[in-house]
């Protein structure tokens, strides 16, 4: 990545998280929540995304003094929301075929936060046929198995059969590229995610795979960015800084940099943004979190690797 945009990624990484840490109370549970969730399910979502947001930023190590005291007051922020893990042990104690709670506290294990009844009830559930054989969607079956791997659980057995689930997803078959939707470009970013740990292990992403996502990431994310879909844009360029070759692209980054607001805030998309504070919480957070994501990985991967891209 060339010296200028490993600065505006940066930029644009630190003012996200400043904002998503100025905007923390919008995201609280119920004072007590319950393990159905009934009355927080999108608060415990964007709990969850803003953990795996700060978790990467603690884990890279890469941000300055400030972000990393910002990003772990973050992450214990979110902990203390999930009654330092007890509401995730509820959760799939009551619902064992679930895997959102293995999910969101794997974000947590990456900071080194542990609870032990859950780490039991965990190394069980993970064993049994049934939750291995829960419907998932191809990438979400993914996304369960980098959650067992990050916190442990898989005690390094390799398992499970990574090149089987990655051959089931939309990237995995290396489709015609001009056919991909809007939902199948999620599924795309997530596969690469799950398969690479975030950027942790870039060599986890197959080389097919890579080659076919350099020759066609480009195209895709002018397309989005052209639609104005900034989240996915994003989301895209975080696929890139996946590869082990990432090739960045200067303008995708200044494009980034010209719709984040003042205050830090990145919009989800090109329409107009309102001025109640809880409001753009609610619509904006995740798009702010990608950018998160993005800048801290932009300059991790720089700083591994500090030659032109």
Known sequence: MS??????????GSRALRWLH?????????????ADLSADRGAYKALGET?????LVLRSGAAGTTELALARELLTHCWEQTVNGSLLYERLLRNPLKTDPLETYAHFTRGGFRHAELDELLAHTVTLASTHAAEHVPNR???????????GLDHGSGTPRWDALTRATWLGSTPEPWHIDWLTAYAVTHTVYHLT???????????????????????????WAEAGHWDLMAELMIVEMCRTDPQVDPEDWRRLAEVQHEDGMVPRDNQPVGDDPAQRFEDHQHPTIVAVIAGNLALARALENPGPA
């Not at 079956?141 to 916190?151: E, F, K, P, S, Y």
């Not at 292990?201 to 994310?221: C, E, K, N």
């Open 51 to 55: 953990a795996l947001a700060a978790s």
């Open 22 to 34: 100025a905007n923390r109370e919008y995201g609280t549970l119920s004072d007590i929540p319950d």
């Open 141 to 151: 079956r993914l996304g369960v198995a980098n959650a067992v791997r990050v916190t």
């Open 3 to 12: 010296h200028p945009s490993t600065e505006l990624a940066h930029d644009v």
């Open 197 to 223: 740990d975030w950027g942790r292990l870039p060599t986890g992403l197959p080389a097919d795979l890579s080659g076919y996502l350099r020759d066609w990431l480009p195209a895709w994310t002018d397309v």
